[in-house]
């Protein structure tokens, strides 16, 4: 049994793997808390998908992907604002619209520019194919995400909880919303190697749905999610090895999993309480 | 000086005018309603005040200074459909957000904080400290928000609506709180749908329909003449009668 664990890192690109794949998992399954107390799964998958044109157009200028990734990202969550207030279409109308609207868009570039991205890569991750440098970019990204948002949890916390209240007693809310959008973009550019832009999105909510069906306070919630989220991507990554999988499909499936399962847990708890 | 002071207050949303040539003078340490049927202006008023929604004319002052100057000193108690109850967190959790502006950024607020504990103490909630915020009932809801307009030391409390679905003993509890409160020197305006008996422990009565219909002392406000401009029903009249008569008006 031991053996069948500690196998796989003999080799040098699964140790990297799985160090990238753990700081991947710390850093969404945080982000996740609040993205699914607040609701804003179909947020966290729209801006997912825009990052995709500001990684196609990254490539096409040749300019760092994490800048294209980031711009975009930013600019789809005020377009969306901008479309729900202004134009008047309901949040998840203006949702739909931008998410697929972004994502035809990066298709299109990239698919202009196949040799050099592999949009399945960039869409669904490929974990073991993860170099030494761009674990130092997750991890740095990762970093600047738990560094901000531990630095002004009370603030998000407030915000995200009664954004009125904020804005009465003076805290620049929406400054706060921008950077937890482009805190969320960041997370999602730092995810792109391990799951994938379309599945980091699992990562993205389903630690925090699980967290959230247990938790009575937020020290809890985070603890919860982050242990769903790193077991997650643990066994995930042995999957993929084992099975030859796609690493960001089966990350994703035990995520999902994990929820199902926790949920079953809960739900046989409480019928037999009664 | 008053604590609150609106000249000439109109409010358009786009083709809505919610709210025209509004004057209101509210002295520090009153005990003010606001009262009107649906779509009168009630948060429309409030939210103008809080600074939510930006006046198309009129002038607010609050303690004789513009709004945004004196933000730490208004509280507002936000209608129950305005927050994020299923936020995992602990009625002191609630309260202690009240010192988000003075802690100051990165720090957090120690637990065993005196000015929380004295808010939570103030309205009652000591024991339910732990509660999360989302197993409360309505009343306790209401109190625990207070704490947190408590702790955050505001002068000024706007409620909009706090008394809606409370049974008699949440609200006489939270009017046990409102009345320490103005004992203290501190000026409340609510909304309220609630014209009862109650009304008498106001100072003044708002009487709102897009515009002011009256303002004064509950019992020369609350009059059949009024009632009838704003609510034109004669059961909404009928039932002042009995409101008059236990307050003992008439
Ligand atoms: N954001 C908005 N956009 C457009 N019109 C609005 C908006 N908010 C309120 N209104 C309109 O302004 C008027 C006043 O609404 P307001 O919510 O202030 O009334 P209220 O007295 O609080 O009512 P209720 O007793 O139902 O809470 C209504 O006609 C309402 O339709
Ligand atoms: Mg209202």
Redesign the pocket.
């Given at each position: 049994m031991i053996q069948l664990l500690l196998e796989p890192f003999q080799y040098n690109f699964m140790q990297i793997a799985l160090v990238t794949s753990i700081v991947v998992g710390i850093v969404t399954s945080i982000l996740s808390c609040f993205i699914v107390i607040r609701g804003w799964a179909l947020l966290g998958d729209a801006i997912s998908h825009s990052v995709l044109p500001g990684i196609a157009i990254a490539v096409a200028l040749n300019v760092p992907l994490v800048i294209g990734a980031l711009v975009a990202g930013i600019g789809s969550s005020l377009l969306i604002g901008y479309t729900e207030t202004k134009f008047k279409v309901r949040n998840d109308t203006a949702i739909g619209i931008v998410l697929t609207g972004a994502f035809a868009l990066g298709l299109v570039i990239l698919s202009r520019l196949r040799p050099t991205v592999d949009i399945f890569h960039v869409l669904f991750g490929n974990v073991l194919g993860v170099t030494y440098d761009e674990l130092l970019f997750t991890s740095a990204s990762a970093s600047i995400v738990l560094i901000i948002v531990g630095l002004f949890m009370k603030e998000i916390v407030v915000y995200t909880f009664d954004p009125i209240y904020a804005k009465v007693i003076g805290l620049p809310a929406s400054l706060i919303h921008y950077m937890l959008m482009s805190l969320l973009s960041l997370c999602i550019v730092a995810s792109i190697q391990t799951a994938g832009i379309i599945l980091v999105v699992s990562l993205l909510i389903a630690p925090g749905a699980t967290a959230y069906m247990f938790a009575g306070r937020m020290s809890q919630m985070f603890s919860i999610s982050l242990l769903a989220g790193v077991v997650s991507v643990i066994i995930g990554l042995y999957i993929s090895y084992y099975f030859a999988v796609s690493s960001g499909g089966a990350i994703a499936l035990v995520a999902t999993l994990i929820f199902f399962v926790s949920s079953m847990v809960k739900l046989l708890r409480t019928s037999a309480l009664r | 000086m008053s604590a609150l002071e609106i000249t000439d207050l109109t409010v358009r949303?786009?083709s809505?005018t919610?709210l025209t040539g509004v004057s209101l003078n509210v002295k520090i340490g009153e005990m003010v309603a606001v009262v009107?049927?649906?779509?009168?202006?009630?948060?429309?008023?409030f939210k103008t005040i809080i600074g939510l929604v930006r006046p198309t004319n009129g002038k607010i002052l609050i303690f004789g200074r513009e709004p945004r100057t004196v933000r730490g000193r208004t509280a507002y108690v936000p209608q129950k459909e305005e927050v994020y109850w299923d936020y995992p967190l602990t009625v002191w959790d609630l309260a202690a957000m009240g010192k988000i502006k003075t802690v100051g950024i990165l720090k957090g607020v120690p637990k065993g904080d005196r000015s929380v504990a004295e808010a939570l103490r103030a309205v009652g909630m000591e024991d339910l400290a732990e509660r999360k915020i989302s197993d409360l009932s309505g009343g306790q809801q209401q109190r625990a928000f207070l704490a947190r307009s408590i702790v955050q030391g505001a002068d000024l409390y706007l409620m909009d609506?706090p008394l809606a679905g409370l049974d008699a003993d949440a609200e006489d509890k939270l009017f046990d709180v409102l009345l320490e409160l103005k004992r203290k020197g501190k000026t409340i305006i609510m909304?309220t749908?609630d014209i009862s008996s109650t009304l008498e422990l106001f100072d003044g009565v708002l009487l709102l329909k897009g515009r002011v219909i009256a303002y004064g002392r509950p019992r020369e406000v609350l009059t059949e003449e009024n009632m009838k401009l704003v609510y034109g029903s004669e059961r909404v009249a009928m039932h002042l009668g009995d409101v008059r008569r236990v307050a003992k008006w008439d």
């Open positions: - | 949303y786009q809505i919610a009107g049927p649906n779509g009168s202006g009630k948060s429309t008023l609506e909304s749908h």
